[in-house]
Antibody, heavy 128, light 107 residues
């Protein structure tokens, strides 16, 4: 059974750095094909992809946030950490972590699958 | 980045209605498209992958279709549990991108 749980501060001040942790069970991020990513959702707004890290340490980021984001994994702790620098009130959102898989077909062609398991999300408010 | 445009942004429907949501990509994503359902205060739930693949456990009244740049999600007979917001998402090219959502409300 796969579960993911986000944790971190509920309130950060503008210009501070946000650090969020995704703790998971039911899989290992060292297993070939496994990925863990982050998605956020400001109140009343759509979902926004932030970052994704794969078992082989391949990392992908949002184009317009990549200069502020860092995603890392700790295989021994079954955790993935997202840091976002220079927080602003517009970054107020619920932050979700999620699991996906990178598969290979019979011809050796690799392809990702979408996020299939999600955490419950954690609301982060940015305010002075 | 690939832009995903959903229509309509909201709709009102009755239980038993057939509902269709459209998603357009700004460039071809072949069939690397997913549909999610989200209810207030809850995480998104994957319904459809690879444009038309039904995730295990999802009712068969949900169907996805399309390829290239045009995709649809159809709910054949709307049920009370289906009132929610639906998002499409492309995973053909990084960064992955979501549509702006379609809210399905009770008429």
């Amino acid at each position: 059974q796969i579960t993911l749980t986000e944790s971190g501060p509920t309130l950060v001040k503008p210009t501070q750095t946000l650090t969020l942790t995704c703790a998971f069970s039911g899989f290992s991020v060292s297993t070939s094909g496994v990925g863990v990513g982050w998605v956020r959702q400001p109140p009343g707004k759509p979902l926004e992809f932030l970052a994704l890290i794969y078992w082989d340490d391949d990392k992908r980021y949002s184009s317009h946030l990549k200069n502020r984001l860092t995603i890392t994994k700790d295989t021994s702790k079954n955790q993935v950490v997202l840091t976002m620098t220079n927080m602003d009130p517009v970054d107020t959102a619920t932050y979700y972590c999620a699991h996906n898989t990178y598969l290979y077909d019979d011809n050796g062609f690799g392809y990702p699958t979408p996020f299939d398991y999600w955490g419950q999300g954690t609301l982060v408010t940015v305010s002075s | 980045d690939i832009q995903m445009t959903q229509s309509p942004s909201s709709l009102s429907a009755s239980v038993g209605d057939r509902v269709t949501v459209t998603c357009r990509a700004s460039q071809s994503i072949t069939n690397w498209l997913a549909w999610f359902q989200q209810k207030p205060g809850k995480a998104p739930k994957l319904l459809i992958y690879k444009a038309s693949g039904l995730k295990s456990g999802v009712p068969s009244r949900f169907t996805g279709s399309g390829s290239g740049t045009e995709f649809t999600l159809t709910i054949s007979s709307l049920q009370p549990d289906d009132f929610a917001t639906y998002y499409c998402q492309q995973y053909n090219t990084h960064p992955w991108t979501f549509g702006q959502g379609t809210k399905v409300e009770i008429k």
